[in-house]
T-cell receptor
Framework: AQSVTQPDIHITVSEGASLELRCNYS??????LFWYVQSPGQGLQLLLK??????LVQGIKGFEAEFKRSQSSFNLRKPSVHWSDAAEYFC?????????????FGTGTKLQVIP | GAVVSQHPSRVICKSGTSVKIECRSL??????MFWYRQFPKQSLMLMAT?????????EQGVEKDKFLINHASLTLSTLTVTSAHPEDSSFYIC???????????????FGPGTRLTVL
């Protein structure tokens, strides 16, 4: 079975600083990888996804993520954080399970942005 | 495009009552919808996979008689929490695959969630 680890529960960065959120996955085959963002009391918004091809994936809101198979990682990055980026970020892995894509989420990283 | 709505966004009910949550795909048809549950400060856990016109597939540990799922049309799936108890209080989120999409690979589109509080 697949699993996702987000080692950082909470991260605080200054506005304008760079950001990297860590994600490690465990899956026996080629994974489908996602990053979602959730604002308080809201649903999930897809930031970006990796299925195949270029290992550096560009997403919305200036985010990017790099798939590194050798490290089983899919870290999310942003060069300059804005106050509106404060939210909870979930890394997820999708796998074919009985004909469906079963998505397993990490425990999330809460991002706080300070002025 | 690919908007998923949920209704209600927030519901408070008394213990022992049943609550129905609707999940609708607004601008696309969804053969497959998924129901997740999120406890405070925790991640989302898949509860069940809902297929239009057939029975839902429940994850291990999820009581199918307590969490009734009906996917009656290509745009609507409902989750009914029967005989709700305080421990059922949670944030319930649905998601949907585009009809015709490869459900094994294509992205799920998530609804905004429903906050259930059982008193």
């Amino acid at each position: 079975a697949q699993s996702v680890t987000q080692p950082d529960i909470h991260i605080t960065v200054s506005e304008g600083a760079s950001l990297e959120l860590r994600c490690n996955y465990s899956y026996g085959a080629t994974p489908y990888l996602f990053w979602y963002v959730q604002s308080p009391g809201q649903g999930l918004q897809l930031l970006l996804k990796y299925f195949s091809g270029d290992t550096l994936v560009q997403g919305i809101k200036g985010f990017e993520a790099e798939f590194k198979r050798s490290q089983s990682s899919f870290n999310l990055r942003k060069p300059s954080v804005h106050w509106s980026d404060a939210a909870e970020y979930f890394c997820a892995v999708g796998a074919n399970s009985g004909g469906y894509q079963k998505v397993t989420f990490g425990t999330g990283t809460k991002l706080q942005v300070i002025p | 495009g690919a908007v998923v709505s949920q209704h209600p966004s927030r519901v408070i009910c008394k213990s022992g009552t049943s609550v129905k949550i609707e999940c609708r795909s607004l601008d696309f048809q969804a053969t497959t919808m998924f129901w997740y549950r999120q406890f405070p400060k925790q991640s989302l856990m898949l509860m069940a996979t809902s297929n239009e016109g057939s029975k839902a597939t429940y994850e291990q540990g999820v009581e199918k008689d307590k969490f009734l799922i009906n996917h009656a049309s290509l745009t609507l799936s409902t989750l009914t929490v029967t005989s709700a108890h305080p421990e059922d209080s949670s944030f319930y989120i649905c998601s949907a695959n585009l009809q015709g999409a490869l459900v094994t690979t294509d992205t799920q589109y998530f609804g905004p969630g429903t906050r259930l509080t059982v008193l």
